[in-house]
């Protein structure tokens, strides 16, 4: 029967259809790459504000990588929900409300509520803006067109990590005038309650958080938006929710698209904060300068996500299978590296291999999602595994730290971990049964 799911990824891609390129994107699709964009953005310089923001209430360190787990935290818990919610409203109203609610998170963590709560109101509100913007690419890109489409989501991703992390070690090196500092730390406490120092950079992820909600505006909607699904407590419900799950899993190239990025994004998540904490601890440099380390990543990303919308169509997507084994051989060399000039090209190459493999395995995973389930639900599904690898995963770095474990080792698992994981899928004959 696998001659059928390759007939079916060879018509989409059939050389007889029009070239996306010379077709273009759909109206208001850069409209959804800019709300993205800036949305993104916005998220990636808080999380490095909010770290320096638990440095400065007395926080152990242990406490920065559980931001990420209660930001993750409702893709999973949530999943069914926000699947069948993104195909029951427009999509691009639902993403403005979204941004709205992501705003409310940081005036929350401003008003004394704890960081760990308040990103997971912010994690809630990006539960369910993933949904409606994965799911409006795949409603208004032609299949033949989805590897370029995603190929765009995913420079703008990629985008908005690297200058969200430099905006985010930005807006930390910059004190303002003299006294400026103790002025916003009295303010802010007579005010807001909570006496901090970096008001100004909170007040700037607001400001982008309003304008991604502002873009929202421009995005039209796809030829499958008319066909909303009524949101229904049967399609919300756990056991509707596993059954999905498990077609999904069942489907042979849907099953190894979801395995390669639900394994890609938990290692991801514990290197955002492992390269931070190398950039401290090997090569000597302060948080701020350690985001912009962080940020060389994602531009490798961009690399290799912009070659693989050039190089890969859906039908030779698991040709980029190997990507994930160079990845796996980079981490352990990176631990060992303590001069900048050599970090920096390593860096960029362990994104690019990322990169590479992650597109191809986005754009087969949407287009066999969509065709299996929806594609609101198709993406809720792939929100639940991968969300639930980065739990797991920055559950195990956070207590390793907390055990004192040194950095080399814990990179030497990680990559142990991506290559017994990439191994049994990058075989020859596991390759050519797909």
Same mark, same amino acid.
């Not at 409606?132 to 795949?138: D, E, F, I, P, S």
């Given at each position: 029967?696998? &001659?059928? =799911?390759?007939a079916?990824i060879h018509?989409?891609?059939?050389?007889s259809?029009?070239?996306?390129?010379?077709?273009?994107?759909?109206?208001?699709?850069h409209?959804?790459i800019?709300? !993205?964009?800036? *949305?993104?953005?916005?998220?990636?310089?808080l999380?490095?504000? *909010?770290?320096?923001?638990?440095?400065? !209430?007395?926080?152990?360190?242990? &406490?920065?990588?559980?931001?990420?787990?209660?930001?993750?935290l409702?893709?999973?818990?949530?999943?069914?929900?926000?699947?069948?919610?993104a195909?029951?409203?427009?999509?691009?109203r639902?993403?403005?409300?979204?941004?709205?609610?992501?705003?409310?998170?940081?005036?929350?963590?401003?008003?004394?509520?704890?960081?760990?709560l308040s990103?997971?109101?912010i994690?809630?509100?990006?539960?369910?803006y993933a949904?409606a913007?994965?799911?409006?690419?795949t409603e *208004?890109?032609?299949a033949?067109c989805?590897?370029?489409?995603?190929? &765009?989501?995913?420079v703008?991703?990629v %985008?908005?990590?690297?200058?969200?992390t430099?905006?985010?070690g930005?807006l930390?090196?910059? =004190?303002?005038?003299?006294?400026?500092?103790?002025?916003?730390?009295?303010?802010?406490g007579r005010?807001?309650?909570?006496?901090?120092? %970096?008001l100004h950079?909170?007040?700037?992820?607001?400001?982008?958080?309003?304008?991604?909600a502002?873009?929202?505006?421009?995005?039209?909607?796809?030829?499958g938006?008319a066909?909303?699904?009524?949101l229904?407590?049967?399609?919300? @419900?756990?056991? @509707?929710?596993?059954?999905?799950?498990?077609?999904l899993?069942?489907?042979?190239?849907?099953?190894?698209?979801?395995?390669?990025?639900t394994?890609? &994004?938990g290692?991801?998540?514990?290197?955002?904060?492992?390269?931070?904490?190398?950039a401290?601890?090997?090569?000597?440099l302060?948080?701020? =300068?350690?985001?912009?380390?962080?940020?060389l990543?994602?531009?490798?990303?961009?690399?290799?996500?912009?070659?693989?919308?050039?190089?890969?169509?859906? =039908?030779?997507?698991?040709?980029v299978?190997?990507?994930?084994l160079l990845?796996?051989?980079?981490?352990?060399v990176?631990?060992?590296?303590q001069?900048v000039?050599?970090?920096?090209p390593?860096?960029?190459?362990?994104?690019a291999?990322g990169?590479?493999?992650?597109?191809p395995?986005?754009a087969?995973?949407?287009h066999?999602?969509?065709?299996?389930l929806s594609?609101?639900?198709?993406i809720a599904?792939?929100?639940?595994?991968?969300?639930?690898?980065?739990?797991?995963?920055?559950?195990?770095? @956070?207590?390793?730290?907390?055990?004192?474990?040194?950095?080399?080792?814990?990179?030497?698992?990680?990559?142990?971990?991506?290559?017994?994981g990439?191994w049994?899928?990058?075989?020859?004959?596991?390759?050519?049964a %797909?």
């Amino acid at each position: 029967m696998q &001659w059928c =799911h390759d007939a079916a990824i060879h018509r989409a891609a059939a050389p007889s259809a029009p070239s996306c390129k010379k077709e273009g994107m759909p109206p208001g699709f850069h409209y959804l790459i800019g709300a !993205q964009f800036a *949305s993104g953005l916005a998220d990636n310089a808080l999380l490095i504000v *909010s770290i320096r923001f638990l440095q400065e !209430q007395g926080y152990p360190a242990w &406490w920065a990588p559980l931001l990420k787990f209660a930001f993750n935290l409702a893709y999973v818990v949530l999943a069914p929900l926000m699947g069948p919610l993104a195909d029951a409203f427009p999509k691009a109203r639902l993403m403005a409300a979204m941004n709205a609610l992501k705003l409310t998170g940081v005036v929350c963590m401003l008003m004394g509520v704890h960081p760990a709560l308040s990103f997971a109101v912010i994690g809630l509100a990006a539960s369910a803006y993933a949904p409606a913007k994965y799911g409006l690419v795949t409603e *208004s890109v032609p299949a033949r067109c989805l590897v370029r489409a995603n190929g &765009w989501l995913e420079v703008s991703v990629v %985008l908005s990590v690297i200058l969200g992390t430099a905006l985010g070690g930005v807006l930390l090196g910059w =004190h303002g005038p003299a006294g400026w500092a103790q002025y916003l730390q009295s303010w802010s406490g007579r005010v807001l309650g909570m006496p901090t120092q %970096l008001l100004h950079c909170f007040a700037v992820v607001v400001l982008v958080y309003g304008i991604a909600a502002l873009l929202n505006a421009g995005i039209r909607p796809g030829p499958g938006e008319a066909h909303r699904v009524p949101l229904r407590w049967a399609a919300v @419900s756990w056991r @509707s929710f596993w059954q999905s799950n498990l077609q999904l899993w069942r489907d042979p190239l849907g099953g190894v698209s979801l395995y390669v990025t639900t394994l890609y &994004w938990g290692i991801g998540a514990v290197m955002q904060f492992a390269v931070l904490r190398w950039a401290e601890q090997g090569l000597g440099l302060r948080l701020e =300068h350690g985001a912009y380390m962080q940020a060389l990543v994602a531009v490798g990303v961009i690399v290799g996500a912009a070659l693989a919308g050039r190089c890969y169509r859906l =039908h030779s997507a698991r040709k980029v299978l190997p990507m994930g084994l160079l990845l796996a051989a980079l981490l352990p060399v990176m631990a060992w590296v303590q001069w900048v000039w050599l970090a920096i090209p390593l860096l960029m190459l362990a994104g690019a291999a990322g990169g590479m493999l992650l597109v191809p395995m986005n754009a087969l995973l949407q287009h066999r999602g969509a065709s299996i389930l929806s594609a609101g639900r198709s993406i809720a599904v792939q929100g639940f595994n991968e969300n639930a690898s980065v739990l797991l995963m920055l559950a195990l770095y @956070s207590g390793t730290l907390a055990l004192g474990i040194p950095l080399w080792a814990i990179m030497l698992m990680l990559a142990l971990v991506l290559l017994l994981g990439m191994w049994p899928v990058c075989r020859p004959a596991h390759r050519r049964a %797909l």
